[in-house]
């Protein structure tokens, strides 16, 4: 028995060895389940942690770029609001370099148009000064004319007084020779009054080619003057006649005697015979006759008409010297051209501040002899007309600038004008 108790003994070892093992197995399978679990914890926490800075990276990426953007935005802001800085300077600069380009500009054409302005005005003096000195000198010449004609009438008064005082009883016998005396003597007292004015109608005739006063002929005669147009007359209706009496006596009262100058003269001193002429016109007419029809030292009768006729011979008969006005010729037309253009253009263009009229600068010269040959036939009137017509396109234009191709233009509608009166004038003529 001890055997088998030694086996028994050996095998309850044995057994509790093995169960020894098998708790060590179990306590190591637990202690390696551990750490299996705590590795699979840590490696949860590792993923966990490791998802968690990869979302913070994300998160961190997302915002830097954000930034990023938000940054770069506002470069291109700035960066636009710079470019537009830039440019508000630039077209700044530009206006400013633009605004002094057209200032000098404008001033150099303001000094140029002075300039141009001054030029023609000493050009238009100088040939005024020139055609006042051949002027001048022409009317010398009239009056040495003139002078030699009053000499040689004075010399045949003398002589017809000579040849009265010798043939004294001869001439009271016959009345034939009192006929031819007395009409002699008349002729010769026109002829002395005649003489005594003759500068002063020739010098009419002259000034009035050149535009100058129309009452310059009263000035060079020493004569106080009067002036009436025919038109006057036919409102008056029956205080005509006496109307017509108080001139002409007034003019009696003159010690130097009285130009009586009648303006459109043939609408009162028409013929007699019309059956349109009123009773109350006629007998004035007849009352002008009557105060006429003889020489007189108190006064001088100058008419004026463009219809002379229409005159009533009676008229005719008293008219002492005849004047015809031609239209002027090519120089003539040249200095009307310089005098209206320096009247109504470059007058108007030199006041400073109130005038807003330009002259495009040309060759004035030139233009003048060129308007000149165009505007043959043209009287006077109408070429002081055209000055006007200058004036007034400049003024309408935008710039108030007149131009070479607006005076042509002028020029030429005045040429058409002309020629359609002088068309309308053949048809009724």
Known sequence: HAKNALQLSQMQEQTKQLEQQRHIKEQEAAIHQLQSERVRVEQ???????????????????????????????????????????????????????????ATIEHEAKVRHEYDMQRMRAEVRERA???????DLTLEQIRVKAKERRDTILQSIRTASTVIGEGANTFISDWGKITATVGGLTLLALG???????????????????????????????????IMTG???????????????????????????????????????????TETMSENLRSTLNAFLYRTGDPSKKFMLVLSS?????????????????????LPDQIERERLIRYYFDKYVLQAAEKRGTSRLK???????TKVKEIAVKTAGLSGREIAKLGVAWQTSAFVTDDGV????????????????????????????
């Open 129 to 135: 000064k020139t055609d006042r000195e051949n002027h």
């Open 359 to 365: 002259v495009e600068t040309m060759d004035f010269n």
């Open 306 to 326: 463009n219809q002379p006729d229409l005159f009533d011979f009676a008229i005719n008969d008293r008219i002492d010297e005849m004047v015809k006005f031609h």
């Open 44 to 102: 949860e926490e590792k993923r966990k942690t490791l998802q968690a800075e990869t979302q913070h990276h994300q998160q961190r990426a997302q915002y830097n770029d954000q930034l990023a953007r938000k940054r770069y935005e506002d470069q291109l802001q700035q960066q636009k609001r710079v470019t537009e800085e830039n440019l508000r300077k630039q077209e700044e600069s530009v206006q400013k370099q633009e605004a002094m380009r057209k």
């Open 231 to 273: 038109g006057d007359v036919l409102p008056l209706e029956n205080e005509g006649v006496s109307a017509i009496h108080k001139v002409f006596d007034w003019a009696k009262t003159s010690r130097r005697g009285l130009m009586l100058f009648i303006d459109e003269a043939d609408a009162f001193l028409r013929k007699r015979n």
């Open 192 to 226: 002395i009054y005649t003489a005594k004015h003759g500068t002063g109608v020739i010098s009419r005739f002259i000034e009035a080619r050149l535009g100058k006063p129309s009452l310059s002929l009263a000035k060079h005669s020493g004569m106080d003057y009067a």
């Open 402 to 429: 007149l131009t070479e191709d607006v005076i042509d233009a002028r020029v030429n509608e005045m040429v058409d004008q002309h020629k359609q009166k002088v068309e309308w004038k053949t048809q009724i003529d």
